[in-house]
């Protein structure tokens, strides 16, 4: 069974338009996350979401939104997509807390192609 | 504030080779250390992490690193290097207090050549 699961897995869309990605976990965790990982491989988070209620926000364009509508699921809503936002975006769960034991599971990841 | 650093973006060796991935870390409090790998068109997976326990950690697939506080780093090392090892391979720093707030390194790109 997928622990982290993400869709689509790719998404080609045009500059301008509007996209969503979706994400679950049946981990059982209630803290999960959205990376973003660029074209030279580099990782870095966008958001944070502990039992819905948002805990970490990068400096992200106001343009990325994510909701969470129950700890299992974290969606990561695009408007005006630009070509810079060409990326894969992986999400990932964790237990809650500060022990080190709160490993990150990720999703495979969605590659999104903007043209 | 914490920050990775991985020397090497690409590392190749032979099969059966040992494997050298390099990590420096630079936090303001005692880390919590991770290597994670990612194969080809996957997410990443964890490989090992140093949690203060000890500073010698053994991961999955054979794989282990070395904590060393005065040298501020945690190379990742394998014996003997497999095809199937081929990879992206991330360190990361998280701060022990606070949020579970993973900063990765650029990430080390492992050829396994026959």
């Known amino acids: 069974d997928t622990a982290v699961s993400q869709t689509p897995k790719y998404l080609v869309t045009q500059m301008g338009n509007d996209k969503s990605i979706k994400c679950e976990q049946n981990?059982?965790?209630?803290?999960m996350y959205w990376y973003k990982q660029d074209s030279k491989k580099f990782l870095k988070i966008m958001f944070s979401?502990?039992?819905?209620?948002?805990?970490i926000n990068e400096t992200v364009p106001n343009r990325f939104s994510p909701k969470s509508p129950d700890k299992a699921h974290l969606n990561l809503h695009i408007n005006s997509l630009e070509l810079g936002d060409s990326a894969v975006y992986f999400c990932?769960?964790?237990?809650?807390?500060?022990?080190?034991?709160?490993?990150?599971?990720f999703g495979p990841g969605t590659r999104l192609t903007v043209l | 504030a914490q920050s990775v650093t991985q020397l090497g973006s690409h590392v190749s060796v032979s099969e059966g080779a040992l494997v050298l991935l390099r990590c420096n870390y630079s936090?303001?409090?005692?880390?919590?250390l991770f290597w994670y790998v990612q194969y080809p068109n996957q997410g990443l997976q964890l490989l090992l992490k140093?949690?203060?326990?000890?500073?010698l950690v053994k991961g999955i697939n054979g794989f282990e690193a070395e904590f060393k506080k005065s040298e501020t780093s945690f190379h990742l090392t394998k014996p003997s290097a497999h095809m199937s090892d081929a990879a992206e391979y991330f360190c990361?720093?998280?701060?022990?207090?606070?949020?579970?707030?993973?900063?990765f390194g650029a990430g080390t790109r492992l050829a396994v050549h026959p």
């Open positions: 981990l059982g965790h209630d803290t």
């Open positions: 140093y949690t203060s326990a000890a500073t």
């Open positions: 936090s303001s409090v005692p880390p919590y």
């Open positions: 990361a720093v998280r701060r022990s207090g606070g949020y579970n707030k993973l900063i």
């Open positions: 979401y502990n039992n819905k209620e948002l805990i």
């Open positions: 990932a769960s964790s237990q809650a807390g500060q022990g080190a034991y709160n490993e990150q599971f």
